[in-house]
């Protein structure tokens, strides 16, 4: 399973893996049948000495078959491929979830990920407002809807861990959402060549329990910061 080889962190990790393992099974079937049949055909029919190749047009019934059936049984497993593939897209791109906990902001530009977190209150957009470069602090078990916008040039916002890739268009708005489920800290990559810093165009989103995350926002506060250096 990919989880044996990196976690899955959100709520729908598991989904998206499931539908790569549908499609490798699928698709890895029928590579090891064709090959199977192909070197089968190579050897029963390779060169005998004392006979002549037989011509054929491809027009015979009898060899028709051995492309009708496979073409129809392909297609037939494609119908599952299919399936798969637009439940999961529905279910993460179109969807967002009734019950949203807080909303994040999310600005790529060329070289780093700038985040805007809501403070105390909960809400974005207002004087608490905790902003961050290469660092998201959510807390576990909270769903996010996320807005994600590019200052400069395409850019791809990419969680891993998450199993979430979008792309940050300039000009646009694109709105998702998250739900982690597990503690611990991963790698956010740009997965669109932005420039000559495309390389170190990394940060991290840290999950925290929700009293680490409680203690972050406190000590974090524009207020609490505001206090600090005015002492």
């Known amino acids: 399973m990919l989880e044996y080889y990196m ?6 990790a598991a989904d998206i893996d499931n539908l ?24 029963k029919y390779r060169r ?12 015979e019934h009898e060899l028709k078959r051995w492309i009708h059936w496979p073409h129809w049984l392909i297609i037939f497993c ?34 780093a990920w700038s985040f805007v977190h809501p403070g105390a209150d909960g809400v974005l957009d207002t004087a608490d407002d905790i902003k961050t470069v290469d ?23 990419s969680v891993p861990a998450f199993r979430l890739k979008q792309d940050a268009i300039p000009g646009r708005v694109i ?10 800290r991963y790698d956010i990559q740009c997965a669109e060549i932005c420039g000559i810093g495309h390389g170190i165009m ?11 995350h ?9 207020t609490k910061v505001a206090s600090a250096i005015g002492e």
């Open 7 to 12: 976690p899955q962190a959100s709520s729908y």
């Open 20 to 43: 790569v393992w549908l499609v490798t099974i699928l698709v890895g079937f029928w590579f090891i049948a064709a090959e199977g049949m192909f070197f089968y055909l190579i050897f």
């Open 48 to 59: 005998k000495e004392g006979v002549a190749a037989e011509y054929v047009t491809g027009d």
């Open 78 to 111: 494609d119908i599952f491929i299919i399936w798969g593939a637009v439940r999961v897209w529905k279910d993460i791109k179109q969807d967002i979830p009734e019950v949203v906990d807080a909303e994040i902001r999310i600005v790529a530009q060329q070289w």
């Open 135 to 157: 660092e998201l602090r959510v807390e576990n078990g909270k769903t996010y809807t996320y807005r994600l916008e590019a200052r400069d040039v395409l850019h791809d916002f």
């Open 175 to 184: 709105t998702g959402w998250f739900k982690p489920i597990l503690p611990g």
């Open 202 to 212: 990394g940060g991290y989103v840290i999950v925290d329990d929700a009293e680490q």
């Open 214 to 222: 409680a203690a972050w926002i406190r000590e974090n506060s524009p």
